[in-house]
């Protein structure tokens, strides 16, 4: 007899959606995430940055333009700004808890959204379909860091999510249904929710992704419910209901340029000519092999799983999801600058076809569960090994900085281990896949509340603003070399910024630095030989520290008048290191271009520079 699955009763006749598995599930992972609030600070690049726009926008009343330290912002759109302002208004600041909550918030919508999707493309209405989806998301890495981070993609990945899903149900794709004109509607305007989260992709992806995905499915292509000028002015009605009056204000203002960058070089521009974030074109293709492990060991056996001889209608939903990834991993591989965070809004619809395809092997039981086995013993012969070496990691560990708490995780890893090799051989593949999930959230649970707090010293930017105060005089002014939105949001207030390649901007500020007023000046160890020629000739003494945050090094001087005759050391570098970093060759970074960039941004996007 076949297996019945995870729960008794999957078949065809099983019509009743699990709602009560998949809320647990579903407040299980929001309980995991919740452990995060309140135990780091923000860590660069993107935190701190969008941290210090809500707090610009709540202290100025400037609602429609973000400012970064006075400049206005074009890189993205405002809904994750307000959502950090409202949070903040709600618990007295702007924090960690406020910037990551949007976020940590958006998760159990997208885990909702997912659990539908998986349900209604699932023809037997199979109950472990939309189980196996929301825990297959939930413990899938990057989207639960995602769910803890302070970025704008989660609140994209729940708006596209939810317009993929009414897209399909409101033109009648499940079962070839009447155009349900409100649905269709609904999901334009969740398009436009996400556009105002980040830019036109908000309506790009879920568009393409059920266009590639019906042509590979072999339906016919849903055009009587993408063409209704009703839902198309939905659209536009949500986006222009931020952006015209933004776009006014800018151009009474003086402030055109910001609209230019905003709608032409932030989308159109970026995409033919990134600046930054180059990556070969097969690199996204790599990156769901550890992003969006462990589920990603179940892929080859979901790929081989579209040509399987079952229903025509089961195929379709899954080919339906397959090609929605296929088009958001197609259309970000496109241009040269890529992150892997970028496939987010594709890992739901990835767990609902996932899940689809092992729904139905379990449910059929005998040799269709060499899948289930094969993805169990891969990743049992991961993880069991990572767990028995973790002892003697503790050297590799010290030497990249990283706590020895870390290593406390090897316990849940090794569980999760444990649990594939049990749902390998098992004939009851239940145990083994609940072994993971629950090992998975253990793993979480550790790495939020014990790894994430002990890593806070090497990646919080408040850490070095609390030195400089302890060894300069109170209320001391500081300024930066090429403005870094974490030290802008620890300092307070507005800082004094000055472009790595704008020589009257360095000339000025090393002309107060020599001066008899107290100053302090951070830069990054690479911006320093740029500084270094404007200053006259001895005035720069020993530097005052330095200290890395994440991946850069970072120095501060400070003249006389700056520092205390006395107190504490800060403790952070040796001058004699730092004079010896300084000496050694640093590439110029003109204009918004980083150290890793070949090509420099448009004209107007350097205007912007020190908001980034």
Same mark, same amino acid.
């Given at each position: 007899?076949?297996?019945?699955?995870?729960?008794?009763?999957?078949?065809?006749? *099983?019509?009743?959606?699990?709602?009560?598995?998949?809320?647990?599930?579903?407040? !299980?992972?929001?309980?995991?995430?919740?452990?995060?609030?309140?135990?780091?600070?923000?860590?660069?690049?993107?935190?701190?940055?969008?941290?210090?726009?809500?707090?610009?926008?709540?202290?100025?009343?400037?609602?429609?333009?973000?400012?970064?330290?006075?400049?206005?912002?074009?890189?993205?759109?405002?809904?994750?700004?307000?959502?950090?302002?409202?949070?903040?208004?709600?618990?007295?600041?702007?924090?960690?808890?406020?910037?990551?909550?949007?976020?940590?918030?958006?998760?159990?919508?997208?885990?909702?959204?997912?659990?539908?999707?998986?349900?209604?493309?699932?023809?037997?209405?199979?109950?472990?379909?939309?189980?196996?989806?929301?825990?297959?998301?939930?413990?899938?890495?990057?989207?639960?860091?995602?769910?803890?981070?302070?970025?704008?993609?989660?609140?994209?990945?729940?708006?596209?999510?939810? $317009?993929?899903?009414?897209?399909?149900?409101?033109?009648?794709?499940?079962?070839?249904?009447?155009?349900?004109?409100?649905?269709?509607?609904?999901?334009?305007?969740?398009?436009?929710?996400?556009? /105002?989260?980040?830019?036109?992709?908000?309506?790009? !992806?879920?568009?393409?992704?059920?266009?590639?995905?019906?042509?590979? *499915?072999?339906?016919?292509?849903?055009?009587?419910?993408?063409?209704?000028?009703?839902?198309?002015?939905?659209?536009?009605?949500?986006?222009?209901?931020?952006?015209?009056?933004?776009?006014?204000?800018?151009?009474?203002?003086?402030?055109?340029?910001?609209?230019?960058?905003?709608?032409?070089?932030?989308?159109?521009?970026?995409?033919?000519? $990134?600046?930054?974030?180059?990556?070969?074109?097969?690199?996204?293709?790599?990156?769901?092999?550890?992003?969006?492990?462990?589920?990603?060991?179940? /892929?080859?056996?979901? !790929?081989?799983?579209?040509?399987?001889?079952?229903?025509?209608?089961?195929?379709?939903?899954?080919?339906?999801?397959?090609?929605?990834?296929?088009?958001?991993?197609?259309?970000?591989?496109?241009?040269?600058?890529?992150?892997? @965070?970028?496939?987010?809004?594709?890992?739901?619809?990835?767990?609902?076809?996932?899940?689809?395809?092992?729904?139905?092997?379990?449910?059929?039981?005998?040799?269709?569960?060499?899948?289930?086995?094969?993805?169990?013993?891969?990743?049992?012969?991961?993880? !069991?090994?990572?767990? @028995?070496?973790?002892?003697?990691?503790?050297?590799?560990?010290?030497?990249?900085?990283?706590?020895?708490?870390?290593?406390?995780?090897?316990?849940?890893?090794?569980?999760?281990?444990?649990?594939?090799?049990?749902?390998?051989?098992?004939?009851?593949?239940?145990?083994?896949?609940?072994?993971?999930?629950?090992?998975?959230?253990?793993?979480?649970?550790?790495?939020?509340?014990?790894?994430?707090?002990?890593?806070?010293?090497?990646?919080? *930017?408040?850490?070095?603003?609390?030195?400089?105060?302890?060894?300069?005089?109170?209320?001391?002014?500081?300024?930066?070399?090429?403005?870094?939105?974490?030290?802008?949001?620890?300092?307070?207030?507005?800082?004094?910024?000055?472009?790595?390649?704008?020589?009257?901007?360095?000339?000025?500020?090393?002309?107060?630095?020599?001066?008899?007023?107290?100053?302090?000046?951070?830069?990054?160890?690479?911006?320093?030989?740029?500084?270094?020629?404007?200053?006259?000739?001895?005035?720069?003494?020993?530097? @005052?520290?330095?200290?890395?945050?994440?991946?850069?090094?970072?120095?501060?001087?400070?003249?006389?008048?700056?520092?205390?005759?006395?107190?504490?050391?800060?403790?952070?570098?040796?001058?004699? $290191?730092?004079?010896?970093?300084?000496?050694?060759?640093?590439?110029?970074?003109?204009?918004?271009?980083?150290? $890793?960039?070949?090509?420099?941004?448009?004209?107007?996007?350097?205007?912007?520079?020190?908001?980034?």
């Amino acid at each position: 007899m076949p297996e019945s699955g995870l729960v008794a009763g999957s078949s065809q006749a *099983a019509a009743r959606f699990p709602l009560a598995a998949v809320t647990t599930i579903i407040l !299980l992972a929001l309980g995991v995430g919740s452990l995060s609030l309140g135990r780091r600070d923000l860590w660069p690049p993107d935190e701190p940055k969008y941290a210090l726009v809500a707090r610009e926008m709540s202290e100025t009343g400037e609602w429609l333009i973000p400012h970064v330290n006075g400049v206005p912002y074009p890189d993205k759109p405002p809904l994750m700004f307000w959502a950090i302002a409202a949070f903040g208004l709600l618990l007295g600041r702007i924090d960690q808890p406020a910037a990551v909550l949007p976020s940590l918030l958006s998760a159990p919508i997208v885990l909702a959204a997912t659990a539908r999707l998986a349900w209604r493309l699932d023809p037997q209405r199979r109950r472990a379909s939309p189980m196996i989806a929301t825990a297959a998301l939930a413990i899938s890495f990057q989207f639960m860091n995602q769910s803890v981070v302070g970025q704008l993609d989660m609140l994209l990945c729940a708006a596209t999510t939810w $317009s993929f899903l009414l897209l399909i149900e409101g033109t009648g794709w499940t079962e070839n249904g009447p155009l349900r004109s409100r649905l269709v509607v609904g999901a334009f305007a969740l398009m436009g929710v996400a556009t /105002l989260a980040k830019g036109p992709v908000g309506l790009l !992806l879920p568009l393409g992704g059920v266009l590639l995905g019906s042509w590979l *499915a072999g339906r016919k292509l849903p055009w009587r419910g993408f063409l209704r000028p009703g839902a198309w002015l939905v659209y536009a009605a949500v986006v222009a209901a931020w952006l015209a009056p933004a776009a006014a204000q800018a151009w009474r203002a003086g402030q055109g340029e910001w609209t230019v960058a905003l709608l032409f070089e932030q989308t159109i521009v970026r995409y033919a000519r $990134s600046w930054h974030h180059h990556r070969p074109f097969w690199y996204l293709f790599a990156v769901p092999l550890y992003d969006f492990l462990p589920v990603v060991l179940a /892929l080859p056996a979901a !790929l081989s799983g579209l040509f399987a001889n079952d229903a025509p209608a089961a195929r379709a939903g899954r080919r339906l999801l397959a090609g929605a990834c296929l088009f958001t991993l197609v259309f970000f591989s496109i241009p040269a600058g890529k992150r892997g @965070l970028y496939l987010l809004p594709a890992y739901p619809w990835a767990a609902a076809w996932i899940a689809l395809d092992l729904a139905r092997r379990i449910s059929d039981g005998g040799r269709s569960l060499w899948a289930v086995r094969a993805a169990g013993l891969t990743l049992g012969a991961l993880l !069991l090994p990572l767990a @028995l070496v973790a002892p003697w990691l503790g050297a590799l560990l010290d030497e990249q900085q990283i706590p020895r708490a870390a290593l406390g995780l090897a316990v849940p890893l090794g569980l999760a281990g444990g649990g594939g090799l049990i749902a390998g051989p098992a004939r009851r593949v239940a145990p083994g896949l609940l072994a993971i999930a629950a090992s998975m959230g253990a793993f979480y649970a550790g790495a939020f509340a014990l790894v994430l707090p002990a890593l806070n010293p090497r990646n919080s *930017a408040r850490v070095v603003l609390e030195q400089i105060a302890a060894a300069t005089v109170p209320n001391c002014p500081g300024a930066m070399i090429d403005f870094r939105a974490q030290f802008g949001f620890y300092y307070g207030k507005r800082m004094r910024a000055a472009a790595p390649g704008d020589g009257p901007a360095l000339a000025a500020l090393a002309e107060q630095l020599a001066a008899a007023r107290p100053l302090w000046v951070l830069c990054q160890q690479e911006h320093l030989q740029d500084f270094v020629p404007y200053l006259p000739s001895g005035a720069l003494a020993e530097p @005052l520290l330095t200290r890395r945050v994440g991946h850069k090094r970072y120095v501060v001087h400070a003249n006389e008048a700056a520092r205390r005759r006395a107190g504490p050391d800060p403790g952070a570098g040796s001058p004699r $290191s730092t004079r010896d970093d300084a000496r050694r060759p640093a590439s110029r970074a003109g204009g918004a271009a980083c150290s $890793s960039c070949s090509r420099a941004p448009p004209r107007s996007a350097r205007r912007f520079r020190s908001a980034s």
